[in-house]
């Protein structure tokens, strides 16, 4: 099954600074979403970008998408210890079956403070 | 307004024996799936359904059962728990799939021994 891939597997950076991770996957979609994972806790859905947008913001969160790369990237601006936490990309077949979700394998992203 | 509740939050179970993990959610969406999350691969899809008496394999179905008998109900169950089961099991929800957000339970840490 398709599958997107984080990158980097891993990242710390400084509380402030601006944390960006990437997404590859390998067919067709119709969406991309990014998620995020506290330590020990369930997946929270950050944003959806469908297949005809290029770029998608929410509050501190930009994401943008490029199909013929088949690539997304998740940037967060003036980074927060509380963003500490595991970020997934996630992608739906664009062939119309209701197949789920596939998930990538995830970024850790950790905030020092 | 509860969400995904997932019961419970942790078992431990002997090689052989047989369990359901529940999943229920009160926002009457169509789609449920059940994920397993293991160290370095990402979520995996178990079994999922589009609706009540429908239910589907993922990419990882063997030793599992589901059904679908009601919309807020989609439990899963092992037929004989396997040492190669012990994962974190997480239960999602959506309006649609794919192209809407999918809401996640907080997981169920099963240990097989």
């Known amino acids: 099954s398709q599958q997107g891939e984080e990158d980097p597997q891993a990242l710390s950076i400084q509380e402030g600074e601006n944390a960006t991770m990437n997404c590859s996957y390998k067919t067709s979609i119709n969406n991309l979403q990014w998620y995020r994972q506290n330590s020990g806790r369930g997946l929270v859905h950050l944003i959806l970008i469908r297949s005809n947008e290029r770029e998608k913001h929410s509050g501190r969160l930009r994401v943008t998408l490029d199909t013929s790369k088949k690539s997304s990237s998740l940037l967060i601006t003036a980074s927060r210890a509380a963003d500490t936490a595991s970020y997934f990309c996630?992608?739906?077949?664009?062939?119309?079956?209701?197949?789920?979700?596939?998930f990538g394998k995830g970024t850790h992203l950790i905030i020092q403070p | 307004n509860a969400g995904v509740t997932q019961t419970p939050k942790f078992q431990v179970l002997k090689t052989g024996q047989s369990m359901t993990l529940q999943c229920a959610q009160d926002?009457?969406?169509?789609?449920m799936s059940w994920y397993r999350q293991d160290p370095g691969m990402g979520l995996r899809l178990i079994h999922y359904?589009?609706?009540?008496?429908?239910?589907d394999q993922g990419e990882v179905p063997n030793g599992y059962n589901v059904s679908r008998s009601t919309t807020e109900d989609f439990p899963l169950r092992l037929l004989s728990a396997a040492p190669s089961q012990t994962s974190v099991y997480f239960c999602?929800?959506?309006?649609?799939?794919?192209?809407?957000?999918?809401?996640f339970g907080q997981g169920t840490r099963l240990t097989v021994v």
């Open positions: 359904s589009v609706g009540a008496g429908i239910t």
């Open positions: 996630a992608t739906d077949g664009s062939g119309g079956g209701a197949d789920g979700l596939t």
């Open positions: 999602a929800s959506s309006l649609s799939w794919g192209n809407t957000e999918a809401f």
């Open positions: 926002m009457n969406h169509e789609y």
